[in-house]
């Protein structure tokens, strides 16, 4: 089940665009003790932590009526069933010590493993080594800077808050210094969410594969994969750099990723690398680390956009059989709680306005001086 929880553990589940199923109508047993006292943060009970509602609706969408069983069979790993899946070991202790219990789940390629800077391996077998937690591998990123200070989950997440549940960068930082130039132009601090620049890195999956395997020749040749319920899944591409760029649900962009580019090829379907979804969220990585990408990594750089040009193709999809044309290409791909930033806007983001040139030039004069005031990797 370890390695099964890497394929459904998207952050699907707290995204505010998903519908959400018929919440549960009681309490688990376990928690009656608990909800005599905490009757109100019992009610995470029946929230999306317990009902999973966002990968439910998710499967449902992409394998139609079949969704539901698909669900059953392959996604029941991470339910929050009763306090005391959290609260395991003391059910009053500091909050500090939560982590653990948040990462029990939080894993994979679930947004958590990243804070404490591990992104997933690939599926196959071969790569299953090095540093390890509850059995899954992991390569060893850079950590979130507010992770190095010390601070943990429950420092940001209140999931037992009935309003405001997280606490955002402006929070704590309500006062960008303005003599970092990118911080003095002032349509990256209204357009923009802190993370798209001072996310350092984020776990990307591109080409979620599901096979369902008939012959002996295909169990043979799948062997070394791990399984989803009735599937063996591996995916096409894994990345651990700067992830692409669109806009989130408040219009401000934002780090993207797929929540899943999922495939399947089922004979008994008449199934071959059948796309079933191409959706993608907007996300905080936690990632954040002072400093920030060059003016390049975004400006000039269609492919951050999913713009990628045919010149800059170096996968051809196509010619695998698969039916996208790219991967950075937002042609048959959606963001699901969020857009794409169109070609239009890309193009008004390039213009080299005054303000523009002189930040530039800002910019590479602090990188030339080591003692100068501003925020670099």
Known sequence: MANLRGIVLITMALLPGFSRLPATAELPPATGDCA????AQAAVLSGIMATRSGERAFFC?????????????????????????????DAHRSPASYDPACLGCHRGYFTGWDYYGRAPREDHERYQRGPSDQGEHYL??????????????????????????????????????????????????DRMECSACHAAWAAQEYGTTLVKTVTDEQEDAFEALPWAGPWQKSAALRRQDAPPLGLNARGRVSPIRPQFILLATDSGHGWENKLLAAEWRAFSPHTIRPGSVTCGGCHDNPRRFMLESAQQRIFDLRADGLPLVSWWDQTGQQVVN????????????????????????????NLLNPDADSSSR
């Open 36 to 39: 005599a006292c905490h009757s």
């Open 140 to 189: 060893t990123m850079l950590p979130d800077v507010h992770r190095e200070a010390g601070l943990g989950c429950a420092d940001c997440h209140r999931i037992h808050a009935t309003e405001k549940s997280v606490r955002t960068c402006r929070d704590c930082h309500s006062d960008p210094d303005r003599s970092i130039p990118e911080h003095a132009i002032q349509i990256h601090l």
């Open 61 to 89: 969408r992409a394998f139609g009526k079949e969704g539901e069983d698909f669900f059953q069979a392959s996604c029941t790993g991470c339910h929050v069933t009763s306090c005391e899946d959290c609260h395991r070991d």
């Open 338 to 365: 969020g857009s794409f930033l169109s070609r239009e806007r890309f193009v008004e983001m390039n213009t080299r306005t005054p303000e523009y040139v002189r930040q530039h030039l800002r910019r590479w004069q």
